[in-house]
């Protein structure tokens, strides 16, 4: 499914993508400022987040609960190779039934799940996207 959209329709495409998920695990392939942090800020917040999020960058990984649930937002960016983030349990995660949303996955192409979604966002200009879902 493709979407062109504008920064402010980020609630809308939010709900798009989760009426359209058939898999709690999405990775984010985007360069750097197109919107990934900001996409999943807003897909955690419609998961039931009241609390603020932000970005894993420094940390990998943020956890949040929702009703129950875990959520995690990884952002891999920082890892040198597929070694550290099998030494993080990045695989245990997806052990559990939780949502996991990845900025920068191709860090660990080999320890993801066959089961995801793949969420690719072009920048058309600096209020423009384009995202792929599949």
Same mark, same amino acid.
């Given at each position: 499914?493709?979407?062109?959209?504008?920064?402010?329709?980020?609630?809308? =495409?939010?709900?798009?993508?989760?009426?359209?998920?058939?898999?709690? =695990?999405?990775?984010?392939?985007?360069?750097?400022?197109?919107?990934?942090?900001?996409?999943?800020?807003?897909? =955690?917040?419609?998961?039931?987040? *009241?609390?603020?999020?932000?970005?894993?960058?420094?940390?990998?990984?943020?956890?949040?609960?929702?009703?129950?649930?875990?959520?995690?937002?990884?952002?891999?960016? /920082?890892?040198?190779?597929?070694?550290?983030?099998? *030494?993080?349990?990045?695989?245990?995660?997806?052990?559990?039934?939780?949502?996991?949303?990845?900025?920068?996955?191709?860090?660990?192409?080999?320890?993801?799940?066959?089961? /995801?979604?793949? =969420?690719?966002?072009?920048?058309? *200009?600096?209020?423009? /996207?384009?995202?792929?879902?599949?």
């Amino acid at each position: 499914m493709e979407l062109n959209y504008y920064l402010t329709d980020l609630e809308q =495409v939010t709900e798009v993508l989760l009426s359209k998920s058939q898999h709690k =695990v999405w990775l984010f392939d985007a360069p750097m400022g197109a919107g990934k942090t900001t996409l999943i800020k807003s897909i =955690v917040k419609k998961l039931g987040v *009241d609390e603020p999020t932000h970005s894993p960058t420094f940390s990998i990984v943020n956890e949040y609960q929702s009703n129950g649930s875990k959520i995690y937002h990884f952002d891999l960016y /920082r890892l040198k190779n597929e070694a550290e983030a099998y *030494d993080i349990g990045l695989e245990e995660y997806f052990e559990e039934d939780a949502w996991c949303f990845i900025e920068w996955p191709e860090q660990a192409l080999n320890l993801l799940p066959d089961e /995801r979604h793949l =969420v690719t966002i072009k920048i058309i *200009d600096e209020q423009t /996207r384009v995202l792929n879902f599949e």
